[in-house]
Each structure stands twice: as structure tokens, then as C-alpha cells.
């Protein structure tokens, strides 16, 4: 067995000490040997520490005793662990699960074989004491470092959560049982369950919020899918009633350029198109520099950064009726004159390619927004438990309130004291002087102030 204690620490000799005053009594009263009640201060350097471990772990030690630091770190010695007594309360969460850790842990044979791989863990604390105070600040202690850690919803609130594998130990419980008023520890409960409860309000109406906001995103992605297909479709229309063709079905030409105007000759149309293509600098804007069957032709300047160098690219466009710019080869004119020519045409006849895209576009948008909106539209179901809750909080928070306000005799005490002692002063102040010394002010005020009832919250 572990007993930890780091109030003092082990002296030999006829000192006395809280380690060889527990051990005396062991001896005594509980008839074990001495030499199996050990303290981990009698090793003075690793060799022996190593030794008393194994010994420890042969069974060689029944008892051991030390301080978090000498005895709460770097000792494997659970094979035969059964139980762990804390003597006092550390300061820091932390001791407490190092402690703890010295028999919970890995290797542990007798937990094992013989207890369903369980070890008991004894804290020893005296009701209406300081142990309150210590194991409130570890209390609040817990709660940050596990908010720090988990990520807990709620950013402007602790979450107390609860006593499990997670947080080990719940000292607000400890607390509540410390201070000798089980309404206190319902009181711990309750805001336990209340805590719980508001987070998942809160997590609900963050995700309601959310889905609130997807579906603004949603409806404005389809409104403008629904009004770019309305445009492609009426260009389209446009487009077929304008276009002429061969008789093999595929659209003439009718391709006009500035600079070359009046010139159908292929060759000269594409060259003025490199000659554009090469030297145009439209600073991100699109310029027009022609039509094809009514329909304008642009050309924009478009800047990239390639090794460190900065280069224009000019990339050309047929314009639709309204906003919609159809390219063909992603905008670049091919190197041959045909084909160079042809790119704007060609443009023009992905236009059902375009309208195609935008519907898939508007159906993958649309498909989550039933779930979207049923999350939206959707109430939280525990409304009534947390008002419950917090309803039987407040009357435990007056119950407590009223247990801990002094009663009526130490009111009616309080009173005579106040009484009393503003009659001696006054019978004082006669039998001295009409007009009290400074001297007489200051003995006056102390003596007030030594009957003032001092209240701590």
C-alpha cells in the first residue's frame, strides 16, 4: 500500500513526525511488523530507491510511505499494489493523479488476478475544515485545465462535467461533502446536469444558426445557377435563330474584325487575331474588337507571375446578351489560321455544354437543403428539463442561503453586544472629557471594531 503525505517529512530519531507517528500506530495497534513499514526518504540515492522498489514489488514491503515529489514520480512499484491513502490534499490536480498513478497503471498483478482490476484509493479530509478550501481550489484548478484541454463547448463557461474516467476526480463533490451540508452536494449535482444540459442548448443553437446560414448560401447559389441557365438558354435561342450552316450542318463563319473589316480572306482575319493576341494590354478589362453573328467578341489582358517574372496572357471571349462569357480552348487562339478563326464559333455552340453545367451545379447545391432546413426549423427538446433544473437549483440556492444566515439569537446577540457597547463608550466620553482626545478616538474605534461581527462570503 502507498501512504502519501506531504505534510512534513520522515526524520529519524526520537522527532516526532506524522510519518513515524502513522507507523508507531501500525505497529502498535495493527501488530505489523516494522520492518515492512518503509519510507521512501531512506533512500539517499538511486541504488537504494531501485532496491526498496523491488522489495516493494517481491511483497518484501508491505507499507510505504513518502512525499509527491520523492514517492509520486518515477516509481514502479504496483505489482502487489492494493490500495493508495492521501493523508492531506495536494495543491495541484495534477499530485492527485500522480499519486493515484503509483498503483493505477499498467503491470499491476494483484489488481488483476484478485480485485477485477481495481485499486482502492482512500483521500482522508475532515469535514468544516481548510480540506474544504483545498479541494475547492482544486476544484476550479480541474475545471480549466480540462477545458483547456478538451476544447469544452462554451467559451465564457466552465463546464464542470463529471466524476469519470476522463476528469478522475470531481472535487466540487468533495467540497459539497466537506462542508458537512448534503444540500451542498445535490446543489453540485444538480449544476452538474444543468451545465450539461446548456452546453447542448448551446451546441444546438450554434448548429441551428449554422444550417440558418447554409441555407441563404444555398438559395442564393441556386438563384444564380437559375439565372445563368435562363441566360444561356435565351443566347441559345439567339444564337440558332441567327446562325447559318452548310450542308453539313456546321455554322458559317460570319466573322468580323476591327482592322481587317472588310477582309474574308482566313489569313488576314488570323493574323490581325495574333497581332491582337500579341500586343493587347486591356489591364484586366474586356475590350471588344469584333462580332460574330451579333454577338460581341472581347479580348482581355490577364497577368500571372511565373519564376519570379511577371508575364500578360490575352485570353478572348464571345459575350453573351447579358453577362455570360463563352470561350472555346479556354480562351487561346491555336497557332493555324482555320482554327484560329473558328474559335469564336465554336464558343458559341458549347453554349448547351454551359446550361448543362449549371443545372448539375444548381442539383448538387439543392440536394442537403430538406436537411438544412429541418435543422433550422427544428426546437430544442430539453427546454422544459433545464428549466426544471434550474428551478430546483434556486431553491436549493435559498434553502442554502437560509442554513447559513445566523439566527435568531445571534441577531438578538449581535444587537445587546452593538447596544452595550455604544452605551459604555458614551458613559466613557462623559466621565473623561466633553470633547474626547484623539487618543480616546483611536482606543474607542479598536474597541468597536474588536465587537464587529466579521462576515466572509
Same mark, same amino acid.
Given at each position: 500500500q502507498f501512504v502519501f503525505s506531504d505534510l512534513g517529512t520522515y526524520k529519524p530519531g526520537g522527532d516526532?513526525?506524522?510519518?513515524?507517528?502513522?507507523?508507531?500506530?501500525?505497529?502498535?495497534?495493527?501488530?505489523?511488523?516494522?520492518?515492512?513499514?518503509?519510507?521512501?526518504?531512506?533512500?539517499?540515492n538511486e541504488k537504494a530507491k531501485k532496491a526498496m522498489v523491488e522489495a516493494m514489488n517481491r511483497g518484501d514491503i508491505r507499507i510505504i510511505f513518502g512525499s509527491t515529489s520523492m514517492l509520486g514520480t518515477g516509481v514502479n512499484a504496483q505489482q502487489r499494489a492494493v490500495a493508495v491513502h492521501q493523508l492531506d490534499t495536494p495543491w495541484r490536480p495534477s499530485d492527485l493523479e500522480q499519486r493515484n498513478g503509483r498503483a493505477i497503471r499498467k503491470g499491476n498483478m494483484v489488481a488483476k488476478e484478485f480485485a477485477d482490476n481495481k485499486v482502492d484509493v482512500i483521500i482522508y479530509a475532515v469535514e468544516r475544515s481548510l480540506d474544504s478550501y483545498k479541494f475547492n481550489l482544486l476544484h476550479n484548478k480541474q475545471l480549466f485545465i480540462n477545458q483547456l484541454k478538451t476544447n469544452t463547448l462554451g467559451s465564457r463557461t466552465i463546464d464542470e462535467g463529471s466524476m469519470d474516467e476522463d476528469s478522475g476526480m470531481n472535487f466540487s463533490e468533495y467540497v459539497a461533502v466537506l #462542508?458537512?451540508?448534503? =444540500?451542498?452536494?445535490?446543489? /453540485? !449535482?444538480? $449544476?452538474?446536469?444543468?451545465?450539461?444540459?446548456?452546453? @447542448? &442548448?448551446?451546441?444546438?443553437?450554434?448548429?441551428?444558426?449554422?444550417?440558418?446560414?447554409?441555407?441563404?448560401?444555398?438559395?442564393?447559389?441556386? #438563384?444564380?445557377?437559375? =439565372?445563368?441557365?435562363?441566360? /444561356? !438558354?435565351? $443566347?441559345?435561342?439567339?444564337?440558332?435563330?441567327?446562325? @447559318? &450552316?452548310?450542308?453539313?450542318?456546321?455554322?458559317?463563319?460570319?466573322?468580323?474584325?476591327?482592322?481587317?473589316?472588310?477582309?474574308?480572306?482566313?489569313?488576314?482575319?488570323?493574323?490581325?487575331?495574333?497581332?491582337?493576341?500579341?500586343?493587347?494590354?486591356?489591364?484586366?478589362?474586356?475590350?471588344?474588337?469584333?462580332?460574330?453573328?451579333?454577338?460581341?467578341?472581347?479580348?482581355?489582358?490577364?497577368?500571372s507571375s511565373k519564376d519570379l517574372f511577371d508575364c500578360s496572357i490575352n485570353r478572348f471571349f464571345v459575350k453573351g446578351q447579358e453577362s455570360i462569357y463563352y470561350t472555346y480552348n479556354n480562351g487561346k487562339l491555336a497557332a493555324d489560321p482555320k482554327l484560329a478563326c473558328e474559335n469564336f464559333v465554336n464558343a458559341l455552340e458549347r453554349i448547351p455544354k454551359v446550361i448543362e453545367s449549371h443545372e448539375k451545379e444548381k442539383e448538387?447545391?439543392?440536394?442537403?437543403?430538406?436537411i438544412y432546413t429541418a435543422i433550422a426549423n427544428g426546437t430544442w427538446k430539453k427546454?422544459?428539463?433545464?428549466?426544471?433544473?434550474?428551478?430546483?437549483?434556486?431553491?436549493?440556492?435559498?434553502?442554502?442561503?437560509?442554513?447559513?444566515a445566523p439566527s435568531e439569537e445571534e441577531k438578538e446577540e449581535t444587537e445587546g453586544m452593538k447596544q452595550e457597547e455604544a452605551l459604555s463608550g458614551n458613559s466613557h466620553s462623559v466621565k473623561v472629557s466633553n470633547e474626547p482626545s484623539p487618543v480616546q478616538d483611536k482606543e474607542e474605534d479598536s474597541h468597536s471594531q474588536s465587537f464587529r461581527p466579521k462576515w466572509r462570503h
Open positions: 516526532f513526525n506524522i510519518y513515524s507517528e502513522v507507523k508507531r500506530k501500525l505497529v502498535e495497534d495493527y501488530h505489523i511488523p516494522s520492518y515492512e513499514i518503509r519510507f521512501i526518504q531512506e533512500c539517499k #462542508s458537512g451540508n448534503t =444540500d451542498l452536494l445535490e446543489k /453540485a !449535482k444538480l $449544476d452538474k446536469k444543468i451545465a450539461t444540459l446548456e452546453s @447542448e &442548448r448551446k451546441n444546438f443553437l450554434r448548429e441551428r444558426d449554422a444550417a440558418t446560414g447554409k441555407l441563404a448560401e444555398i438559395d442564393s447559389s441556386v #438563384s444564380f445557377h437559375s =439565372d445563368k441557365i435562363k441566360e /444561356a !438558354k435565351a $443566347d441559345l435561342a439567339c444564337f440558332e435563330k441567327r446562325v @447559318e &450552316r452548310d450542308k453539313e450542318g456546321l455554322a458559317v463563319n460570319k466573322l468580323t474584325i476591327k482592322g481587317v473589316e472588310d477582309s474574308t480572306d482566313i489569313k488576314v482575319i488570323a493574323a490581325r487575331l495574333h497581332e491582337i493576341e500579341e500586343k493587347a494590354r486591356t489591364k484586366s478589362e474586356y475590350n471588344k474588337i469584333g462580332e460574330v453573328y451579333g454577338f460581341s467578341i472581347m479580348v482581355k489582358t490577364e497577368s448538387k447545391v439543392a440536394a442537403n437543403k430538406e427546454e422544459d428539463e433545464l428549466r426544471s433544473l434550474k428551478g430546483q437549483s434556486a431553491e436549493l440556492d435559498r434553502k442554502i442561503a437560509l442554513t447559513l
